[in-house]
């Protein structure tokens, strides 16, 4: 497959809630019933949800997802 993807990355957007961002680059040469399919994996079996979709004008897309980091306190 000719989309990449580059590590994650980790940022809180507001106090106490994290997100980890993932981002994709992915080839021209895929239609949108292809790339939305991806996608929809994506989402459904790792936790992703969109955040952002660029389309360049060669016709890459550059795509970033985010997910929320749940972190469990500790209780005494």
Known sequence: ??????????????????????RLTISREFSRNIVTKLLVERAEHGGWELDRVRIAAD????????????RQRLTV
């Open 1 to 22: 497959m000719a989309a990449t993807s580059t590590p994650a990355t980790r940022r809180p957007l507001r106090p106490g809630v994290e997100w980890e961002f993932e």
């Open 59 to 70: 016709g890459t897309r550059r795509v970033i997802l985010r997910r929320k980091i749940i």
